[in-house]
């Protein structure tokens, strides 16, 4: 008898598992059933492993996580969609900062050639706005001028700038002109019987 030939009566092992039910076999180190199917979800899903630098809210993973429950799906399978999540949460972060950069490049630009701040007049333009900023600005105004690139578009700009240039133009005048105390103390005009 040769290995290709079986007894009679004898029954092949694959077809008998097929007519008693699928059969457990190992497919790269899962079990599954003999229809290829995975095992299904675990009890309890594991944290999501993410790369650097990308954070899942808790909300979003408890919603993976039900998710992947309800499409039966194993922990290996369920962390495949939270990769491709966070790929695209990548992509549309790289997307965001670029159109950021953009509009900043263009807001400069459009700055740079403006007819009332660009050219020979920008470092006119750029100092009467930093007045206007240290005189009405606060650091977190300028911490968000900064973050947003706010700062570099052309009409905020022009309204900086042409408020520091009105308070450069104001003058001070302390005390009375005509009656020659000019320089005066204030609290001694306001409060004249106090000294």
Do not use: C
């Not at 459009?110 to 333009?125: F, M, V, Y």
């Not at 001028?145 to 133009?169: C, Q």
């Amino acid at each position: 008898m040769t290995d290709t030939e079986t007894t009679p009566g004898a029954q092949d092992d694959t077809q008998g598992a097929g007519a008693e039910g699928a059969a457990e076999i190992l497919i790269g180190g899962e079990h599954a059933t003999g229809t290829g199917a995975p095992d299904g979800a675990p009890e309890t899903y594991a944290d999501f492993a993410l790369p650097d630098g990308i954070a899942i809210d808790p909300a979003v993973a408890g919603d993976l996580k039900d998710l992947a429950r309800a499409l039966n799906l194993p922990q290996d399978q369920a962390q495949k969609i939270a990769d491709l999540g966070a790929r695209q949460a990548q992509r549309w972060a790289d997307a965001q900062a670029k159109a950021l950069n953009d509009a900043s490049e263009a807001w400069v630009h459009a700055t740079k050639s403006d007819a009332e701040l660009g050219g020979d007049k920008l470092n006119e333009a750029l100092a009467a706005g930093s007045r206007a900023m240290d005189a009405f600005g606060t650091p977190q105004l300028k911490s968000l001028l900064n973050e947003t690139r706010l700062g570099n578009h052309p009409e905020l700009v022009r309204f900086i700038a042409r408020v520091g240039k009105a308070i450069s133009d104001d003058t001070f005048v302390s005390g009375d002109r005509s009656a020659g105390t000019r320089g005066a103390d204030m609290a001694s005009r306001l409060y004249p019987g106090a000294g």
